[in-house]
């Protein structure tokens, strides 16, 4: 075996291993989140998403900030040094979360990409003053507000909610859907869906999803200035979507069918012109993530910890079966 197939071999057992340990961290600390999801506020949409991100980010830094670099400096290039099952099978661990990752991805975006041309199969172009991208109408039972797509957002607004809401309410439920935008939510709950880490066969991804949706919506509720319209439209959506099924969809949207009840805090906030303080847990979770990234950065500049990745990956892939 080469030093460049070993090299390659160590890369991705190296990923698996940080995968392995960043996400138990992750799973560790979940069980508050879960408790608490339900109660998720808008000050706290940065810290889910970076919380859902953190345990593949960390391994990915790990892999090619300090370990992958400790061992190309200081392994011998032997030729002929062969490797155990141990470094097989965690090259493959390596490899099937890369995988996996890549397939959910492109996933997310073909469905993203056949959702956006079935619409503007039936859609016709409207004029919605302040939309800042291209708007659609769209002859669906269900009163859909939603923003498909990242590099090239597009508005899709059913019928019955250009009919039902007025001008004002109108206004406001676009000021609510360009704070989507200004914020990148879709590519931000794209980046959640793919992430590639080991928690996938776990409860906290979608709870994490759950809590980071009505997060978000508070936020983008917040943008909008006009407070009393976008909470007299949120109604008026609500009850239109009374008799219709709620709708998956991969994008951001005003309404997608939630309970009574997180919709009547939703009209709450805005009426009652509530801002929450921003959570202890947003700010730890914050916290953590600099801490970790000052970590990574020192020992990717520390002749000792390159010395020691080596060591750790050399036991690992030598010393073992």
């Given amino acids: 075996m080469t030093f460049a197939q070993r090299f390659a071999l160590v890369l991705l057992a190296a990923f698996f291993l940080s995968s392995v340990i960043t996400s138990l961290i992750a799973l560790v600390s979940a069980p508050p989140l879960l408790r608490s999801r339900d109660r998720a506020s808008a000050k706290e949409a940065g810290a889910l998403a970076l919380y859902r991100l953190m345990p593949a980010g960390a391994a990915l830094a790990l892999t090619a900030l300090v370990l992958g670099p400790g061992y190309f400096e200081h392994e011998q290039r032997v030729e002929a040094e062969g490797s155990g099952v141990a470094l097989f099978a965690m090259a493959a ?20 990409a056949v959702l956006r041309r079935a619409w503007l199969a039936q859609a016709a172009p409207i004029d919605l003053p ?9 002859d669906l039972p269900f009163p859909l507000v939603a923003v498909l797509g990242i590099i090239r957002p597009t508005l899709f607004v059913s019928r019955v909610v250009l009919d039902t809401c007025s001008p004002a309410e109108m206004a406001a439920i676009v000021e609510h859907e360009r704070a989507h935008v200004r914020r990148r939510d879709n590519a931000v709950r794209l980046l959640m869906d793919a992430a590639p880490d080991l928690l996938g066969p ?13 997060a978000v919506e508070q936020r983008a509720d917040d943008a909008a200035g006009r407070r009393f319209d976008l909470a007299s439209a949120l109604v008026k959506v609500a009850r239109a979507a009374a008799a219709t099924p709620a709708l998956d969809l991969p994008a951001s949207a005003l309404y997608r069918g939630e309970s009574a009840a997180l919709i009547g805090d939703r009209v709450r906030r805005l009426v009652d012109g509530q801002t929450e303080a921003r959570p202890a847990r947003a700010a730890a979770i914050g916290a953590a993530a600099v801490a970790f990234g000052a ?9 000792a910890a390159s010395r020691a990745a080596h060591a750790v990956l050399e036991i690992t892939v030598s010393r073992l079966p």
Avoid: K
């Fill in 93 to 112: 661990g390596g490899l099937v979360i890369m995988l996996w990752s890549g397939f959910r991805l492109a996933r997310a975006v073909r469905r993203t």
């Fill in 130 to 138: 302040g939309a800042g991208m291209p708007a659609y109408a769209l």
């Fill in 202 to 214: 776990t409860c906290v991804p979608s709870a994490v999803a759950a809590a980071w949706h009505r």
């Fill in 295 to 303: 970590l990574v950065s020192a020992m990717a500049l520390t002749g």
